[in-house]
């Protein structure tokens, strides 16, 4: 399946709307009080599938930006690669929040998630991304994650890992050893600070600043609900409760 969508958000402030939505199968596109979701209408991404997602925030905008569930990456009958890419373009004095549910990497799917976060020199983000490394007692599929964020048209992060049965150092002490459950996120606009870390026996989390305003977070763990406790301790200014 071939399927994209498109989205321009325009008005002032907390107060703007959706002023054109574009969209074909697998997506569909709805409002819930102040967010604006995704919905899918067909399970996908399957192997074979090539998905492609466009947000437009137009300027002095403010956009909550979600889905309604976990995202499933299903395999094919024969094993395939699918694809999925997000652009979001963030205009001047504009902020943009990014925080979908969970994306759920199926044994014996094979997938690509690339976001693509443009900023405007004065926009401010948050950025998160979530994944759960396989479904209850099964491995995870192979996925590689590639997120980048520019301000400016210069780069402030540019991530990208590799995640499954074989990918080399995806197991490693240096990667995410034996954890189930992955988050990314970059916030812009927010006080960087000092980098900072929490590290427990099967759960760890770090902050790490690129610019006096900007901060990369990545975290790990066995399941949701530790490392989310572990970032709510760490990086409260994510805010992964609402």
């Known amino acids: 399946m071939k399927g994209a969508a498109h989205v321009r958000i325009a008005g002032d402030g907390a107060r703007a709307l959706p002023v054109d939505i574009r969209s074909e199968p697998p997506f569909a596109i709805r409002r819930s009080g102040g967010r604006i979701l995704l919905v899918s209408s067909a399970a996908a991404p399957v192997g074979g599938d090539d998905l492609a997602l466009e947000i437009d925030v137009e300027s002095g905008a403010h956009a909550d930006i979600g889905t309604v569930a976990a995202t499933m990456v299903w395999p094919s009958p024969v ?3 699918s694809v999925m890419t997000t652009t979001i373009r963030v205009g001047p004095g504009a902020r943009v929040l990014w925080r979908p549910h969970p994306m759920v990497s199926v044994a014996g799917s094979d997938h690509v998630a690339t976001t693509t976060v443009r900023l405007a020199a004065d926009a401010t983000a948050v950025i998160v991304e979530e994944v759960a490394l396989g479904r209850h007692g099964e491995p995870s599929g192979h996925l590689e994650l ?97």
């Open 79 to 81: 094993r395939s690669l």
């Open 146 to 242: 590639r997120l980048r964020v520019e301000r400016a048209g210069r780069p402030l992060v540019h991530h990208v890992e590799r995640f499954g049965p074989g990918v080399p150092g995806a197991g490693s002490v240096v990667s995410i050893g034996a954890s189930r459950h992955v988050v990314q996120a970059v916030l812009v606009g927010v006080a960087a600070g000092e980098p900072r870390s929490a590290v427990e026996p099967d759960r760890a989390a770090a902050w790490l600043p690129v610019a006096d305003d900007a901060v990369a977070v990545l975290a790990a763990g066995p399941d949701r609900p530790s490392v989310l406790e572990l970032l709510a301790a760490l990086a409260p200014e994510l805010d992964l409760a609402t």
